[in-house]
């Protein structure tokens, strides 16, 4: 067959992908996307993780430096695994929860990038919270489409719902010399729910054995 009708550059990275796909997960069920599907499964625990090492900033020092932009890369990667996941079940909805989420997460990573650049003051300054809103007001979005179309576990989606505009709380009104004890505790219990949603989303991707391949239900 590649002989009579030499394939396109595109239908090659295709052909090695699947190879690659192939060797690496041989018992896998049929369905695009398996690999990577994976790879966004390990990208969604890492972002959990890094919001779990960056909430214990106390222990270490300036260890958020590190866990900001080791978060927002990975959870972008983590973002898409999730929704290809969803897409193939309700498209208008996925795509809702993806550009919401993309937005807040594309702001935050410009916010990191320009204090880097020194464009803006280290972590982006006053911008980086209008990132860290958009962010989270995309992930709530995004939790919610998770409850409406129930692809992935409740307590996932829960864990976003709830947890993204807690944190958010924090990140508008925590910062302040004066915030309240009982506003830092409520903000702080919202970023381990955020963080225990990208660790429930990762290890959803890793386990699910779907039915119509990763795009659909699992089985």
Not at 38 to 63: D, E, H, K, S, T
Not at 171 to 183: E, F, Q, T, V
């Amino acid at each position: 067959m590649l002989e009579d009708r030499p394939p396109a550059a595109l239908q090659v990275i295709d052909i090695v992908w699947g190879a690659i796909d192939a060797h690496l997960f041989p018992q896998a069920p049929e369905g695009r996307f398996r690999m990577f599907t994976r790879l966004a499964g390990v990208a969604g625990l890492g972002a959990g993780l890094a919001l779990v090492i960056g909430f214990m900033g106390w222990l270490v020092p300036n260890v958020n430096q590190y866990t900001v932009p080791a978060f927002t890369t990975l959870a972008l990667v983590g973002l898409v695994g999730v929704h290809l996941r969803q897409f193939a079940v309700r498209p208008a909805l996925a795509w809702f929860g993806f550009v919401a989420a993309l937005f807040g997460l594309g702001m935050a990573i410009a916010s990191l990038a320009l204090g880097m650049a020194g464009e803006l003051p280290p972590f982006g300054g006053e911008f980086a919270y209008l990132g860290g809103v958009a962010m989270f007001i995309g992930s709530t979005a995004l939790g919610a489409v998770m409850l409406a179309i129930a692809v992935f576990p409740m307590p996932v989606g829960l864990a976003f719902t709830i947890g993204a505009p807690l944190a958010m709380i924090g990140l508008l009104i925590g910062a302040g010399a004066d915030a309240p004890d009982a506003l830092s505790f409520v903000s702080q219990g919202g970023i381990v729910l955020y963080a225990l949603g990208w660790i429930g989303v990762g290890l959803s991707l890793l386990v699910a054995q779907p039915r119509e391949g990763v795009l659909g239900r699992s089985a």
